[in-house]
């Protein structure tokens, strides 16, 4: 077993000592060996959070993390959905939200920079170009370099409007407007991201069109709910990346956010065989993985299933059930 494969560092911020943790793989094929050394590897780290409406706060924790990110050698750190803030209604959601170009983005600009680290910020509330028309914002997935540059942006295609007994109404169109677009997976030092948000997992037909644009590795940044958490999480999780042969990094929201809300939790990376390769523990922190993708070319020849696939049968699904 490579021994990158087995290491995850789980971190508590409070304690500045890494607690190394043992995971158990699962076991691979064994002429699907790891060619390069495993420190040649990029490191990439995932944040785990708990936002509440206070920005500036969410602000420190975040930093925080990204910092002792950039101290253990990573060279991209994930936050999760709502990194900025999670409000208590759709007012406040409103309220609190910035544009791209506000002071928020800003702070986070300087801190790539600092830190020489990439971020993916996993869903910031944008008030877009329409803001004043609408009123709506945009649930929005920034990708900013080292430098501190946007170099991409993903507007939350699916809106979570669901009612789940247990778990409280979620309304997310009261406040948000769909974005009209996927996004090409954009290069990193890590490989080829394909941006999504959360909710979007839901949707194999978004992670194929992403695979098949070139992604080597989907985000799904994440406020899950606490019901279906348990329930979905990490089943979807994996399913995504056993059938794109991609990584999956999930940065997730964890704990409670307010009186009326509370988040899963269970941030991971999953690789492309679909083990569970690093995870948070509870609370938040973060967690370490590296990014294979030699491991990942040779999984992807060695079973061929973008090969076989039979767009002739399949290729107009998605339409709603009648
Ligand atoms: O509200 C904000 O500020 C940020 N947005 C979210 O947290 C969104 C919409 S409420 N949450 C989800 O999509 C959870 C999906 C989920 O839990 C599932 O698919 O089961």
């Not at 077993?1 to 158990?24: A, E, K, T």
């Not at 420190?60 to 959905?81: N, S």
Request: proline letters at 8%; aromatic letters at 8%; charged letters at 20%.
């Amino acid at each position: 077993m490579p021994p990158h494969q087995l290491l995850s560092f789980l971190l508590c911020p409070g304690l500045r000592i890494p607690r190394l943790s043992v995971l158990c793989a699962q076991p691979r094929p064994r002429d699907m060996a790891i060619s390069s050394s495993s420190w040649e590897l990029p490191l990439v780290a995932v944040c785990q959070v708990t936002s509440t409406p206070d920005k500036q706060q969410n602000f420190k924790t975040c930093a925080e993390l990204v910092r002792e990110a950039a101290r253990l050698g990573a060279c991209l750190a994930f936050l999760p959905e709502a990194f900025d803030f999670i409000a208590r209604d759709p007012e406040e959601t409103l309220r609190l939200s910035e544009p791209l170009s506000g002071n928020l983005l800003g702070e986070y600009t300087q801190l790539a920079r600092e830190c020489g680290l990439w971020l993916s910020l996993g869903g910031f509330h944008e008030r877009g170009q329409d803001w004043k028309q609408t009123q709506k914002i945009y649930n929005c997935h920034v990708i900013l370099n080292n430098k501190g540059s946007v170099v991409a942006t993903y507007r939350k295609t699916h809106l979570c409007d669901v009612e789940i007994p247990g778990q409280g109404p979620m309304r997310e169109s009261n406040s948000t407007i769909p974005g009209p677009s996927l996004e090409s997976p954009v290069s990193t030092p890590a490989g080829k991201i394909g941006l999504a948000i959360c909710y979007d997992m839901r949707f194999p037909e978004l992670s194929l069109a992403l695979v098949q644009a070139g992604a080597e590795i989907l985000t799904y940044p994440s406020a899950f709910g606490s019901v279906t958490g348990p329930a979905h999480w990490e089943v979807l999780l994996r399913a995504r990346a056993i059938e794109t042969q991609c990584y999956v990094v999930a940065a997730a929201q964890c704990g409670r956010h307010h009186e009326k809300r509370a988040s899963y939790g269970h941030s991971m990376v999953v690789d492309p065989w679909g083990t569970v390769v690093a995870r948070c523990s509870e609370g938040p922190g973060l967690c370490l993985a590296r990014i294979d993708l030699g491991y990942l070319r040779q999984l992807r020849q060695n079973l061929p299933v973008f090969q076989h696939r039979r767009p002739d049968l399949y290729s107009s699904l998605g339409h709603p059930l009648s």
